[in-house]
């Protein structure tokens, strides 16, 4: 979300050279800048009507998706995508200096501040990360500081020392307390340990690292098979610490390849390297990655099926949810050291021109006025099919943003 590493420049001048040495037209190279300023004169337009609503109503209502009949659903700030809406303000504020979009951000962020205390669920890193985290780098404002550092307080009451991880959901109550399970985690949990890091940066304390780094190196060693894929939720037992089950919630069968988790683990594992150096973090996102890349399956616009292994493939739906996350996780990629680093922005930038199409981007007006068409929330729970999600919208514009970085658009 925040830093791009000295080594991108060293990335950007290896483009630029390559690029100009090399035979290639200028039309085999998308052209991005035309792609950013068409997104976000749409973003500015499509998000200006979903914003209209919301000040027309008497409350701050927090877009999620649209409902099977055609109504949007509004969430409460203890929904796991409470941050999403506001934060898709703050990158398109970053991406149009729109100084009307930085008063809505502020406006849409500070309505979820009672999610700082939230301790039924390990999705507080997603909540605050998007909103508050945002709303710290473009504002400067240091009370944020301290609820982002409450927050990670939060979190940590979820710590399991035997098998140290933060548990995901709780085990007695809703669906999850019907699978059988003790400590569930999910490989969405990595996308929360930035709330941690950053926490220890903005406090000093050293725990909220510490604990991130326990979670990362377990899931690491659990949750993922040799192919690279990762299992969804790993259900540890909290006497011994040792694996109970490997399972699914979301994805086709506890042995396939959920999509969104797959994306959840590139991002989680390349922002892990980001925040800590650690070698193996980057090579377990770029195996993460190469296990998309390479599949047979993986369709000619490089937008995923929502579970590689969905018995009706090529008929199954597609998760625009899961490119977007990718698209922005292969973009910083691009800018840390690794081979043929080049690779990963031209594969993210296909993704992003893909979802920028008719085929996935909305008409203005439509979609309940999100911009993305086309993702899957839980087909397991017949929940959210083929649907907009505030969340693919969110990723899209962070990856929009970070080509603009990347480019210096
Ligand atoms: N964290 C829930 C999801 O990815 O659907």
């Known amino acids: ?33 035309q792609l950013l300023s068409d997104n976000i004169e749409f973003a500015l337009a499509q998000m200006g009507k979903q914003i209209e609503i919301i000040e027309a109503s008497d409350e701050v ?19 796991w995508r409470s941050g999403f809406f506001p934060g898709a303000v703050w990158y398109l504020y970053d991406l149009s200096n729109d100084p009307s979009l930085k008063e809505k951000a502020i406006k849409y962020t500070e309505a979820i501040e009672e999610a700082q205390f939230l301790t039924s669920h390990h999705d507080i890193g997603f909540i605050i990360g998007s909103s508050f985290g945002n709303g710290l780098r473009l504002t400067n404002n240091e009370a944020y500081k301290d609820i982002i550092v409450q927050a990670a307080k939060s979190l940590t009451t979820r710590f399991r020392e035997q098998p140290g991880v933060i548990q995901s959901w709780d085990s007695d109550r809703g669906w999850q307390g019907e699978r059988g399970w003790e400590c569930p985690v999910i490989i969405d949990n990595m996308m929360n340990l930035e709330l941690l890091f950053d926490a220890t940066e903005y406090s000093g304390d050293s725990l909220f690292y510490n604990i991130a780094v326990s979670h990362a190196d377990r899931t690491l060693e659990e949750h993922f098979r040799e192919d690279g894929s990762t299992f969804h939720v790993i259900d540890y037992d909290l006497e011994d610490g040792s694996v109970r089950n490997r399972h699914t919630a979301q994805g086709y069968s506890h042995e396939s390849a959920w999509s969104r988790g797959q994306a959840w683990a590139i991002y989680g594992y390349a922002m892990c390297y980001r925040e800590t150096g650690y070698q193996r973090y980057l090579d377990q996102a770029i195996k993460a990655f190469e296990f998309l890349r390479d599949h047979p399956d993986m369709p000619e616009d490089l937008i995923a099926y929502w579970d590689m292994d969905a018995p009706d493939i090529p008929n199954a739906l597609r998760d ?17 050291p690794v081979a043929d680093a080049a690779s990963y922005k031209e594969y993210a930038d296909k993704m992003m021109a893909s979802l920028s199409s008719d085929a996935y981007r909305a008409e203005l007006g439509t979609n309940g006025n999100f911009i993305l068409m086309h993702s899957v929330g839980s087909i397991p729970h017949d929940n959210e099919i083929d649907t907009p999600l505030n969340y693919a919208d ?15 658009l």
């Open 61 to 79: 209502l927090n877009p999620v998706t649209v409902r099977p009949d055609g109504s949007v659903y509004y969430c409460g700030y203890r929904d």
């Open 394 to 408: 969110y990723y899209f514009l962070e990856a929009l943003k970070r080509m603009r970085d990347i480019e210096g």
């Open 320 to 336: 625009a949810s899961a490119a977007a996350i990718i698209a922005s996780a292969l973009y910083e990629m691009s800018t840390f």
């Open 1 to 33: 979300m925040k830093r791009v590493s000295s080594a991108f420049y060293l990335v950007l001048a290896s483009v630029l050279l390559l690029s100009c040495n090399q035979d290639k037209t200028v039309s085999d190279t998308p052209d991005n800048s």
